[in-house]
C-alpha cells in the first residue's frame, strides 16, 4: 500500500437469504452426492458424462460463494483515505467510486451514513452500517475530520441519537 493511504475494511450488507454456513453446506451436500453417484452406481455409464457437468457446476457454485464471502483474494470492500481522493469500493465486481477532494463540496458525516455532496451538485450517499467494530469507527470518523481538514472541505457532523 502506498505511503499515506489509509483503507477501512467493509463488511457488505448480508442481502442472502441463506447464510454464509447454509450455502457451504448446500455446495457440500451436492458435491457429496455427486461424488457418490459418480463412484456409487457403476452400471450408469450413459449418465457419467452429467456426472462430471454437475461435478463442474458444484466447484463453480462453491467457488462463487467463497469469492463472495470470504476475503480469499484479500479484502474486496473498503474505504480508503488516499492523498486528494476518497475511495469507495463496494465489493469484488463492482467498480471504484473515486471522490477527488477538489471536486468534493462538502461532507456530512450521520451516525450510519456518510453523504459526499460535490461540486456538480451530485449527492453520493455511502453506508456506514458496513464499517463494523468500534475501534473501525472511530478510526473512520477520525479519518473522515482528518480528511476534511487536509483538503478544506466542509464537514457537517450529525450526533448520534
Known amino acids: 500500500m502506498p505511503t499515506g493511504t489509509i483503507r477501512i475494511r467493509l463488511r457488505p450488507a448480508n442481502t442472502s437469504r441463506i447464510p454464509f454456513w447454509g ?36 466447484l463453480v457454485y462453491l467457488g462463487y460463494v467463497l469469492v463472495h464471502n470470504a476475503p480469499v483474494f484479500g479484502t474486496q470492500s473498503y474505504l480508503e483515505f488516499a492523498p486528494g481522493y476518497l ?9 471504484k467510486q ?4 477538489e471536486k468534493i463540496a462538502a461532507l456530512e458525516l450521520r ?18 452500517r458496513e464499517v463494523k467494530g468500534r475501534t473501525r469507527k472511530t478510526r473512520f470518523r477520525e479519518q473522515v475530520r482528518q480528511f476534511a481538514a487536509q483538503h478544506g472541505v466542509a464537514l ?3 450526533a448520534p441519537s
Not at 455446495?27 to 457429496?32: N, S
Not at 473515486?98 to 477532494?101: G, Q, R, S
Not at 451516525?111 to 456506514?128: F, I, S
Open 23 to 58: 450455502q457451504l453446506a448446500i455446495g457440500g451436500f451436492w458435491l457429496t452426492y455427486v461424488l457418490f453417484s459418480m463412484w456409487g452406481d457403476t452400471n450408469a455409464r450413459d449418465y457419467h458424462f452429467l456426472h462430471w457437468v454437475f461435478l463442474v457446476f458444484t
Open 87 to 95: 475511495v469507495h469500493k463496494g465489493g469484488l465486481f463492482r467498480a
Open 98 to 101: 473515486v471522490f477527488a477532494a
Open 111 to 128: 451516525p450510519m451514513m456518510l453523504r459526499v455532496q460535490q461540486k456538480d451538485g451530485e449527492v453520493y450517499a455511502l453506508n456506514l
Open 156 to 158: 457537517q457532523e450529525a
